[in-house]
């Protein structure tokens, strides 16, 4: 099946999905995407800053905060919890929660209902940086989604909730379609080993 071409200068559309087609055009889509990279850029600075001013790395500052909240809905939160809720593998989770078990930010302990899950809390002393931070987080966040109404603001819910599933499949979507990882043929290139120390 040929590539649909745009009208102007004949390149090939980035979708084929007519409902994310304007007039026939992909310029709305390409815009979107754009946009969307540039507001992801700003949460993860926004993130890393904030992640900064109470010692953490915007990954940790992310997890601390989850647990704090989550914390607060549930008694026995777990690893694989906490990873659905942010979208991220168990392994990575569990690494990044052991940092701040180590720093006593978090504690983890064996949940009685089964041995081989743990549950999770932040300490008192997570607790009072997080409420210390409260005082600059909370106009950040303010500021970073100014102008959303109310009913924009739960629009933008819903069709996150739709879109945030949709990255995995789509990555396995790009390799069945070019195996290898290239278009051109070339081998893929690979970092070069570390040097043995």
């Known amino acids: 099946m040929p590539v649909k071409q745009t009208a102007s200068r004949g390149l090939p559309l980035t979708v084929s999905d007519k409902s994310l087609l304007v007039g026939g055009s ?12 540039a507001f992801a850029s700003s949460i993860q600075d926004v993130r890393n800053r904030l ?4 010692g953490l790395s ?33 392994a990575f989770v569990t690494i990044e929660v052991n940092k701040l078990v180590a720093a006593g930010l978090v504690t983890k302990l064996p949940n009685p209902d089964d041995r081989r899950r743990v549950m999770l809390a932040v300490t008192e002393a997570a607790r009072q940086r997080v409420l210390e ?8 966040n ?13 629009s933008l819910l819903a069709v996150m909730g739709k879109l945030v599933r ?17 278009l ?9 080993k570390a040097a043995a120390g």
């Open 26 to 37: 992909d310029r709305e889509f390409r815009t979107l995407v754009h946009d969307m990279l």
């Open 51 to 54: 992640g900064q001013l109470i």
């Open 58 to 90: 915007g990954t940790q500052y992310t997890i601390l905060m989850a647990i704090a909240r989550l914390g607060e809905e549930s008694s026995d939160l777990g690893i694989n919890q906490l990873a659905d809720h942010l979208h991220l593998s168990g």
């Open 133 to 140: 931070l409260a005082r600059v987080q909370s106009p950040a």
């Open 142 to 154: 303010d500021a970073l989604f100014a102008g959303l109404s109310a009913t924009e603001f739960r």
């Open 166 to 182: 949709n990255g995995e499949p789509t990555l396995h979507l790009i390799e069945y379609l070019a195996p290898g990882g290239r």
């Open 184 to 192: 051109d043929g070339a081998t893929p290139r690979r970092a070069p």
